[in-house]
């Protein structure tokens, strides 16, 4: 079945970029029936949607972190991406990546990394 | 954007038990509701989409119902795996959001 992998530095200086990776594998990022998506977590509270991208490249962002954000998406290594600018202590989170399914199932994630951990600070 | 609200926060209860939290969104997302369990350490799980569709592979305890803007998400018999933290999110339109979470206790 499909699996997705997170991976990245675990620690990010304030200012700076954090860029993580998402490893899709027993599936393909090409595949054009879903949507591939970032959310995170900060520490003890709950979960905020970040972006997703589709095979083709077309993105759609949180408005919040659009300013910062680019996700992009490599079909070669079957892989997706995050890059968050001008990072900030409010950034520190756990950040999942997750599948979102076709409309019959609402747009539900129904597969999701283990999540990765990503401290700022200096 | 979309605001969704669950209540209760938290919830303590027994084995056994038949338990209802229930998510209210802002404004109507027809039956764009999915939930999800969240166990600490782990990434949320999906257990419903569509307001009340059961995801492959969850027990039939678990329930849901709603449509517009109030849902409710029913365990008919809480088992010793249940307790955990439980998500709802809207996918009616971006940015998807989700409520604030309901940690069920013992």
């Known amino acids: 079945q499909v699996q997705l992998q997170e991976s990245g530095p675990g620690l990010v200086k304030p200012s700076e970029t954090l860029s993580l990776t998402c490893t899709v594998s027993?599936?393909?990022?090409?595949?054009?029936?879903?949507?591939w998506s970032w959310i995170r977590q900060p520490p003890g509270k709950g979960l905020e949607w970040i972006g997703y991208?589709?095979?083709?490249?077309?993105?759609n962002y949180n408005a919040s972190l659009k300013s910062r954000l680019t996700i992009l998406v490599d079909t070669s290594k079957n892989q997706f991406s995050l890059k968050l600018t001008s990072v900030t202590a409010a950034d520190t989170a756990v950040y999942y990546c997750?599948?979102?399914?076709?409309?019959?199932?609402?747009?539900?994630?129904?597969?999701w990394g283990q999540g990765t951990t990503v401290t700022v600070s200096s | 954007d979309i605001q969704m609200t669950q209540s209760p926060s938290s919830l303590s209860a027994s084995v056994g038990d038949r338990v209802t939290i229930t998510c209210r969104a802002s404004?109507?997302?027809?039956?764009?509701l999915i939930w999800y369990q969240q166990k600490p350490g782990k990434a949320p799980k999906l257990l419903i989409y569509?307001?009340?569709s059961l995801q492959s592979g969850v027990p039939s305890r678990f329930s849901g119902s709603g449509s517009g803007t109030d849902f409710t998400l029913t365990f008919s018999s809480l088992q010793p795996e249940d307790f955990a933290t439980y998500y709802c999110?809207?996918?009616?339109?971006?940015?998807?959001?989700f409520g604030q979470g309901t940690k069920l206790e013992i």
């Open positions: 997750a599948r979102i399914g076709q409309q019959v199932i609402r747009y539900a994630m129904d597969v």
């Open positions: 027993g599936g393909s990022v090409s595949s054009g029936r879903y949507y």
């Open positions: 991208i589709y095979y083709s490249g077309n993105t």
């Open positions: 404004q109507s997302i027809s039956n764009y």
């Open positions: 569509a307001a009340s």
């Open positions: 999110q809207q996918s009616y339109s971006t940015p998807y959001t």
